[in-house]
């Protein structure tokens, strides 16, 4: 757990694929599904689009819309487990797509959905330590690239989407606390097998396609999970991550403004509403028409919920791959929210 | 309603069952609509018509409708 100061979240910003997948039409037969999941439209990238696509639309939408100066962001962080190369790091193909300035620190943190919370953390900690003063810290995934056409419980959830976000130093007196709870022991239960060096793809082999208990089709190449043990772990750890982070902040949980939750499925965050005593007036969901955004979808909640109120006592919590789950709470009360854009 | 009716109202809605269905023999991942998708909305349904909460552990170890009617004992749900 830690407390760190002085770093300001400027705005924040979100790109979807405007290319969308309307679930009752595509799978007729699965009201019960949406039902439960609250998910009626899902948001699916062209093939020639990357994570960071959608994280430089928004970045470039949120520069323009805060007249930020591009000249002064002195790091750049990317967060995601899909990167456009093996090598070298995405963050410099940002910096580069941006236009940014040459001298600044850039690098990737290979995560999934909690990788907002995380890269909130990272770029917090380089603003608190002085290494930078305006950073940029983008979040994405591509989930859809890497789900297989037959297997329905992840094609009826998953959206792509890119996120970005600027922290800058300030001179208010600002804090934000920070927890995580990881658990490699579970990796199995959310994970893609093959395509790292621990399991190189290999034609026949990593390809092949094999049926779940539920029936639905997946490959070693592709997202495998077990969607009952991510939600134990989910259950399990949001729960005492919140508590952590509000007891760091000396906030009492009905004094908290909002609650962002990873927009994981209306069933799982309303239960978490219901276990954890949470008001669910604070606690938004937006999935209907956008799905499981990932990494990116507290951004998007943030996004589509803000108005015109200043919520300074902002708790955030994100969880999933890892597995882990990572929550902090914010001041939100200077942060621009820009529309989300779907491109 | 007695509990027993309420629970078996519960499995006969959240799993869109015939009437004719032997409920006792029922297991998890036995027939088609008891997936993990009616899986969550049986419990979900059970928690309203109970008034009660059912722990994680317990959400997963719902394997069958012999060992849903243990488990709701945990939680003073006689049936």
Not at chain 2, 54 to 76: A, M, P, R, W
Request: glycine share 6%.
């Amino acid at each position: 757990m830690s407390i760190l100061y002085g770093a300001q979240i400027v705005g924040v910003s979100v790109a979807l694929p405007k290319e969308r997948i309307n679930l009752a039409e595509a799978y007729p037969d699965s009201e019960r599904i949406m039902q439960l999941t609250g998910i009626r439209q899902v948001c699916v990238a062209p093939q020639d689009k990357t994570a960071a696509d959608y994280c430089i639309a928004a970045a470039e939408r949120l520069i323009a819309e805060l007249n930020f100066d591009r000249n002064l962001i002195d790091g750049v962080v990317f967060v995601s487990p899909q990167p456009d190369y093996i090598l070298p790091a995405t963050a410099g193909v940002i910096q580069r797509r941006l236009h940014l300035r040459k001298e600044l620190i850039a690098f990737d943190i290979n995560h999934g959905c909690p990788g907002f919370v995380y890269g909130l953390f990272q770029a917090s900690m380089l603003v608190q330590c002085g290494a930078c003063k305006n950073v940029l810290m983008c979040c994405g995934e591509v989930p859809t690239k890497y789900i297989n056409k037959d297997d329905k419980a992840l094609r009826m959830t998953a959206s792509d989407a890119g996120a970005a976000v600027i922290v800058s130093e300030s001179d208010r007196d600002i804090k934000s606390a920070f927890d995580f709870v990881t658990d490699g022991y579970g990796l199995e239960n959310l994970y893609i097998p093959a395509g790292g060096t621990r399991l190189p793809k290999k034609v026949g082999v990593t390809d092949k396609p094999f049926v779940d208990a539920e029936g639905n089709v997946r490959t070693l190449e592709q997202i495998n999970t077990d969607g009952t043990q991510v939600m134990k772990f989910d259950l399990d750890n949001v729960g005492k991550m919140i508590d952590s982070v509000l007891r760091q902040m000396n906030i009492a949980k009905d004094e908290a403004d909002i609650f962002f939750m990873h927009q994981i499925n209306a069933f799982v965050i309303n239960r978490m509403v219901k276990k954890y005593k949470l008001d669910a007036k604070k606690v938004p969901i937006c999935i209907e028409d956008t799905g499981t955004s990932s990494s990116a979808s507290i951004a998007l909640a943030m996004c589509r919920t803000v108005g015109n109120e200043k919520f300074s006592k902002a708790v955030l919590c994100a969880f999933g791959a890892g597995l882990s789950c990572a929550a902090a709470v914010v001041d939100l009360s200077a942060t621009k929210f820009l529309p989300v854009a779907f491109i | 309603m007695s509990n027993l009716e309420k629970y078996d109202e519960a499995f006969r809605d959240s799993l869109k069952l015939n009437g004719d269905i032997a409920l006792d023999e029922l297991e998890y991942r036995k027939i088609k609509l008891w997936d993990s998708i009616g899986h969550m909305t049986l419990i979900s349904s059970l928690e309203n018509a109970f008034d009660i909460e059912i722990e994680t552990n317990d959400v997963i170890n719902f394997s069958s409708y012999k060992k849903g009617k243990q488990i709701l004992k945990k939680y003073g749900v006689e049936i």
